[in-house]
T-cell receptor
Framework: RKEVEQDPGPFNVPEGATVAFNCTYS??????FFWYRQDCRKEPKLLMS???SGNEDGRFTAQLNRASQYISLLIRDSKLSDSATYLC????????????FGAGTTVTVRA | DTEVTQTPKHLVMGMTNKKSLKCEQH?????MYWYKQKAKKPPELMFV???????INESVPSRFSPECPNSSLLNLHLHALQPEDSALYLC??????????????????FGQGTRLTVV
């Protein structure tokens, strides 16, 4: 079983729509959780950290469910510029700083 | 300043060449990483340095040789590569807490990558 799994999509949504997707992790000792965004042929860029209480940054909302071992990302009022691959990243405390990546979820926002 | 700088941005090398990739950060981060990314795939971890010591080597072939001269610099020395090693090589850094203690890991910041082509 992979350490981190994501629905690859693609999610193809119209502008203004809401899109949400999850990421599951297998190791219950996972400690830190992040969403990164990666544009084609560019480096991953941090979108947001995911906290136990859930957190929001503008149109983006991240949730963590430790009991079911998943994190989620919700994008409201989608913009064309939100089109990207969203990577889920998990760090296991005992794994000496190793970031484990999901395969990424592709989102395409159409006009 | 949340910048990780990688050089060169592009590199074409022959299978008999020796080259080096360089990475620099001045955020005081004590964990630094090398990742390899192929098209339409997520980044794959190669090496992790924490406090200038190699802490993780993900069974990377010896034709890739990492080096951490100091807390701000990370190099990846390349020798006798194969065409299938062509990829985007990403460097990243993050704050690091000592293993088994501290408040945990903070987010990692990535450089723009070196796009390597082996011919």
């Amino acid at each position: 079983r992979k350490e981190v799994e994501q629905d690859p999509g693609p999610f193809n949504v119209p502008e203004g729509a809401t899109v949400a997707f999850n990421c599951t992790y297998s190791n219950s000792a996972s400690q830190s959780f992040f969403w990164y965004r990666q544009d084609c042929r560019k480096e991953p860029k941090l979108l947001m950290s995911v906290y136990s209480s859930g957190n929001e940054d503008g149109r983006f909302t991240a949730q963590l469910n430790r009991a079911s071992q998943y994190i989620s990302l919700l994008i409201r009022d989608s913009k064309l510029s939100d089109s990207a691959t969203y990577l889920c990243v998990v760090i296991v405390r005992s794994n000496d700083y190793k970031l484990s990546f999901g395969a990424g979820t592709t989102v395409t926002v159409r006009a | 300043d949340t910048e990780v700088t990688q050089t060169p941005k592009h590199l074409v090398m022959g299978m008999t060449n020796k080259k080096s990739l360089k990475c620099e950060q001045h955020m005081g981060h004590r964990a630094m990483y090398w990742y390899k990314q192929k098209a339409k795939k997520p980044p794959e971890l190669m090496f992790v340095y924490s406090y200038e010591k190699l802490s993780i080597n993900e069974s990377v072939p010896s034709r890739f040789s990492p080096e951490c001269p100091n807390s701000s610099l990370l190099n990846l020395h390349l020798h006798a590569l194969q065409p299938e090693d062509s990829a985007l090589y990403l460097c990243a850094s993050s704050q690091a807490s000592p293993a088994g203690g501290g408040r945990g890991h903070t987010e990692a910041f990535f450089g723009q990558g070196t796009r390597l082509t082996v011919v």
